[in-house]
């Protein structure tokens, strides 16, 4: 294989290449986009987990203390019976302590019961919102999801087809080439650059003048000294689009 061919079918693996990589990029995204919008659905649906078994907590503390409030009410009438019924002073005072116990006891439940449900209608408003937020983007991700799929899919169709291009065209390159070109492709993103007035277009350094004639004096491939990328002559007027560091 000539110098030229071997041009070519690097021009070629680097353009496939090229494409391949929006493509992941495309996918990446897509994906990215569906993971966020399930991933922030995920968290309100745990939020909305917790704030549910919190709320339920609140009731039921707030249900035992208006029982415990009840209790003492009927406590504090049977206190009242034994004070009228007292025979003495002494006992007489007994019952009173007795019933002004029960009395802060009661007090003190009921600003509690208070506190609870004040807590608890927050944390109502707060699960509504909640649930309002959840609702909108469970709506988003619903009106999404297929055209997210269905990007996806021709996406990946296209990507298959690539790939099978990219396996005929690194088989046009030696061997030798084509592990050079992938070791650089791995650590810079592309594997080749061109140079038509003496700059290296991929990392945009210039090269030794030496390098430079001998690159522009027959058909040549080399190494760029800054990026190491594989290098080749083109004509100032054949000139491709520069490729540009990945």
């Given at each position: 294989?000539?110098?030229?061919?071997?041009?070519?079918?690097?021009?070629?693996?680097?353009?496939?290449?090229?494409?391949?990589k929006?493509?992941?990029?495309?996918?990446?995204?897509?994906?990215?986009?569906?993971?966020?919008?399930?991933?922030?659905?995920?968290?309100?649906?745990?939020?909305?987990?917790a704030?549910?078994?919190?709320?339920?907590?609140?009731?039921?503390t707030?249900?035992?203390?208006?029982?415990?409030?009840?209790?003492?009410?009927?406590?504090?009438?049977?206190?009242?019976?034994?004070?009228?019924?007292?025979?003495?002073?002494?006992?007489?005072?007994?019952?009173?302590?007795?019933?002004?116990?029960?009395?802060?006891?009661?007090?003190?439940?009921?600003?509690?019961?208070?506190?609870?449900?004040?807590?608890?209608?927050t944390?109502?408003?707060?699960?509504?919102?909640?649930?309002?937020?959840?609702?909108?983007?469970?709506?988003?991700?619903?009106?999404?999801?297929?055209?997210?799929?269905?990007?996806?899919?021709?996406?990946?169709?296209?990507?298959?087809?690539?790939?099978?291009?990219?396996?005929?065209?690194?088989?046009?390159?030696?061997?030798?080439?084509?592990?050079?070109?992938e070791?650089?492709?791995?650590?810079?993103?592309?594997?080749?650059?061109?140079?038509?007035?003496?700059?290296?277009?991929?990392?945009?350094?210039?090269?030794?003048?030496?390098?430079?004639?001998?690159?522009r004096?027959?058909?040549?491939?080399?190494?760029?000294?800054?990026?190491?990328?594989?290098?080749y002559?083109?004509?100032?007027?054949?000139?491709?689009?520069?490729v540009?560091?990945?």
């Amino acid at each position: 294989m000539s110098i030229t061919e071997q041009i070519r079918s690097l021009e070629e693996l680097a353009s496939v290449d090229a494409e391949l990589k929006i493509l992941e990029d495309q996918l990446s995204q897509e994906r990215s986009t569906l993971d966020a919008l399930k991933g922030s659905l995920q968290k309100l649906e745990d939020k909305l987990k917790a704030d549910r078994a919190h709320v339920a907590a609140l009731d039921k503390t707030r249900s035992d203390f208006v029982a415990e409030v009840r209790q003492m009410g009927q406590q504090i009438e049977h206190s009242r019976e034994k004070m009228n019924r007292s025979r003495n002073e002494r006992e007489a005072n007994a019952a009173q302590r007795e019933l002004e116990e029960l009395r802060k006891l009661v007090r003190d439940r009921e600003e509690e019961i208070g506190k609870l449900t004040t807590e608890a209608e927050t944390a109502r408003l707060q699960i509504e919102a909640t649930e309002g937020e959840a609702g909108k983007i469970s709506e988003e991700l619903g009106s999404r999801e297929g055209d997210i799929h269905s990007r996806l899919g021709d996406a990946e169709q296209q990507k298959t087809k690539r790939l099978l291009d990219r396996e005929l065209a690194s088989k046009k390159l030696p061997p030798v080439l084509y592990r050079r070109y992938e070791m650089i492709r791995g650590k810079r993103g592309t594997g080749i650059a061109q140079t038509s007035d003496g700059t290296c277009k991929a990392c945009n350094m210039a090269l030794p003048p030496q390098l430079f004639h001998r690159l522009r004096r027959e058909p040549l491939l080399d190494q760029c000294p800054s990026c190491n990328r594989i290098i080749y002559f083109v004509s100032p007027v054949a000139a491709a689009q520069p490729v540009k560091e990945g």
